[in-house]
């Protein structure tokens, strides 16, 4: 009898223990307090009623959903199973569900809990859209060009011109997505009359950073992407591909800073007017890119009253050539100017129908070359002559830049 009572009780208490978890589960809906306000909006940046806000309480942990049902029943996902933890939500919405503004009509909300245990609770209500920008900004016209880059100041598809009309006032953004899908690097706008986000023509120009000193991005195929956003969120994006090839600082200088100044005849820095004053000298490239040079080649001769443009060898913008230069110099810096290395024992590329020379990286060039010394320079004895390395319309660094300065006596 003893034992019938105690099973009774076990029984009893099991039951509920049963129970108690059950209401525990069932003790209310995952998802409560819910609410849109206001229930009509017309989203068009005037700052009135542009955005409703919605509002909900989540009892536990659920994937949240929140989208809206036209007269057709199609649906349109602002939030599209979002995990979400217990507690209090608000979002705004202004009409906008990937990038694209819903038109005027008359919407069903909801509001879409799943727990865990695939339990599914909703809410719903109606929404007014009315006055709706439904604009799109476009960006007409876009246009990269090259296609393949090679940021490496050799003045050649050196820059990358990216052009759109911009139909209508928006942010736009630029920049190149990386092979890997994450790295992104922006490029701002060239500033012009029609300042960014303005309707009209724009234009951006791009070197990746060698300019500044910077490695451009690494080799590779990259996506230029482009999106323009408009006040209300109106979104479009553009894209195209862009190659980066040979990238990279140009780097080079005159070995040991060493360049040895005599006179042919004898070998010593006395050169009797009318007679040679020769050079030698080394050059390396010791970047990570190629360096782009031209004529005259190593060896060629020059009379003093002649100079790099009288022989038809023209400054050409990103290419390297050695200069010699003189004190009481009258003109430009540089005159004399020679290919850095013999043109022929260097590597030749056809580009754009004409031949181009280039020093590669480690490379290292034994440069001569020869003045004729015609008059004296500032009628002086003695004349000091220097050496320079020069990157054409870029730059001469300060370590490439006058150097082994050497006292010539000229005799008469």
Not at 21 to 32: A, E, I, Q
Request: aromatic share 10%.
């Amino acid at each position: 009898m003893q034992i019938r009572k105690t099973l009774k009780l076990v029984f009893f208490i099991i039951s509920m223990v049963s129970l108690l978890s059950l209401m525990g589960c069932w003790g209310g809906p995952v998802l409560t307090e819910v609410s849109v306000s206001p229930t009509a909006i017309t989203p068009n940046a005037d700052g009135i009623e542009d955005v409703t806000r919605i509002s909900y309480h989540l009892d536990g942990s659920a994937n949240l959903s929140i989208y809206f049902v036209d007269d057709e029943g199609q649906r349109y996902y602002f939030r599209d199973s979002r995990r979400r933890s217990q507690g209090d939500y608000q979002v705004d919405f202004g009409g906008v569900v990937e990038g694209s503004m819903l038109p005027d009509g008359q919407y069903t909300w909801v509001v879409e809990a799943v727990t865990d245990d695939s339990q599914t609770i909703k809410e719903e209500g109606d929404l007014e859209i009315s006055q709706a920008d439904t604009e799109k900004p476009e960006l007409q016209g876009f246009s990269v060009y090259p296609q393949v880059f090679s940021p490496n100041q050799d003045g050649i598809n050196d820059r990358v011109d990216i052009n759109y009309y911009l139909t209508k006032e928006a942010e736009v953004l630029v920049y190149l997505i990386a092979p890997d899908g994450e790295t992104r690097y922006p490029i701002a706008e060239v500033e012009r009359v029609i300042k960014p986000g303005e309707p009209g023509f724009h234009t951006y120009d791009y070197e990746g950073g060698v300019d500044l000193g910077a490695e451009p991005p690494p080799d590779g195929i990259y996506t230029v992407y482009a999106e323009a956003t408009d006040r209300v969120g109106n979104r479009t994006v553009a894209t195209s591909t862009l190659e980066i090839a040979e990238g990279g600082v140009p780097r080079a200088d005159i070995v040991s800073a060493i360049v040895d100044f005599y006179n042919p005849e004898t070998g010593d820095t006395v050169v009797p007017l009318g007679q040679t004053l020769a050079f030698t000298l080394t050059v390396e490239n010791f970047g990570s890119v190629p360096i782009r040079t031209n004529g005259p080649s190593s060896g060629n001769a020059y009379r003093s009253d002649e100079n790099f443009n009288t022989k038809g060898f023209f400054t050409s913008a990103g290419t390297w050539r050695v200069g010699i230069d003189y004190e009481g110099n009258p003109s430009y810096a540089y005159p004399y100017r020679w290919a850095v290395g013999n043109l022929d024992q260097l590597e030749q590329r056809v580009i754009n129908d004409n031949v181009e020379y280039y020093l590669m990286p480690g490379q290292r060039a034994l440069i001569t070359g020869s003045i004729q010394l015609l008059d004296v320079p500032g009628d002086r004895d003695t004349v000091e002559f220097w050496a320079g390395l020069i990157h054409e319309e870029v730059r001469i660094d300060t370590f490439n830049d006058h150097v082994s300065p050497t006292p010539i006596l000229i005799g008469f």
